[in-house]
């Protein structure tokens, strides 16, 4: 696990801390070969050496991030009960994303990436 990480989080307030831990682990559980850095003070995880995913703390909101690729627009029903847009879904500790659901966006990404490496050679 990355310092840098580790460092971001113990700077959040208790309730969100614990929210995005629990959303870093399941994510590190899915791409246990995840390099995990901070890319302008936002926590991503590199697949492949490609941005993946990551989550950030907002004043407001908690933040999941896909900020390349088709994926959300695929699962955009699946997330409509979430604020989203484009690159992001928007949660809190209340309303935590849903296991099923980040398994499904963290693979689909995955495979995305895997895919942009078949059609590039």
Known sequence: MSNQVSQYLS???KVEREALETVRKQILSLM???EERLCRGVPFFYYEGKRAVGFRSSKTHLSFFIMEGKVLDIFRSEISAYDNSSTVIKFSPEKPLNEGIIEKL?????E????SFLRSS
């Open 112 to 115: 995305e990436i895997d895919q």
């Open 32 to 34: 246990p070969e995840a």
């Open 11 to 13: 700077k959040l307030p």
């Open 106 to 110: 963290v693979r689909a990404r995955i």
